[in-house]
């Protein structure tokens, strides 16, 4: 099992930029893909982005050019850099982790990012 905790949510204005964190412990070493969801009210969830054990990223078409995942793989951490917020962005952000071998997927808690004019 994997446990992940998100932080760095918040406030922003429309514009502005929010970095999130996904920090994993547990069977970290089994990981092989992490990445970001993201669900806004009413709507259901949608993938933001990923990255897998070899580094590779995938992003959402829509979201390309405006945010970035990245990791720091010594301390087992995800971010998402997210740039040029709009309004269409504020959501409750999950991380999310797959491991090899495994066919569930494991979530965090979730992150608020609200994004305001």
């Known amino acids: 099992q994997v446990q992940l905790v998100e932080s760095g949510g918040g406030l922003v204005q429309a514009g502005g930029s929010l970095r999130l964190s996904c920090a994993a412990s547990?069977?970290?070493?089994?990981?092989?893909?992490m990445g970001w969801y993201r669900q806004a009210p009413g709507k259901e969830r949608e993938l933001v982005a990923v990255?897998?054990?070899?580094?590779?990223?995938n992003y959402a078409d829509s979201l390309k050019g405006r945010f970035t995942i990245s990791r720091d793989v010594a301390k087992n951490i995800i971010f998402l850099q997210m740039n040029s917020l709009k309004i269409e962005d504020t959501a409750v952000y999950y991380c999310?982790?797959?491991?090899?071998?495994?066919?569930?997927?494991?979530w965090g808690q979730g992150t608020q990012v609200t994004v305001s004019s």
């Open positions: 999310y982790s797959m491991l090899s071998g495994e066919w569930r997927t494991y």
């Open positions: 547990g069977k970290t070493s089994s990981i092989n893909a």
């Open positions: 990255i897998t054990r070899g580094g590779s990223t």
